[in-house]
């Protein structure tokens, strides 16, 4: 134990600053449109009407019937018998 601290730390210092930095690897994950109230996704219609106007609507696969969706990128699938 003749080390000295200084030594000692200048050591570990210049050891931790040798090993490359760990970033964990992410999967980019794409928002879409979900249940505000369950974040399932929804089923979207899109209607056209005579004058060329559109109505999009939307509807919770779950229980919430017609909804006005969010964008999430927390999201459960529409059919839960998949999971
Ligand atoms: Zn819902």
Redesign the pocket.
Known sequence: MNESIAAFLGRAIAAQYAMPPRIPRRVPVQPVLV?P??K?VTHGYRFEMREGHGIEAHH?A???RD?VPIWSAVSHPADWSTV
């Open positions: 249940c109230h369950c399932t919770c779950c229980c919430h909804v």
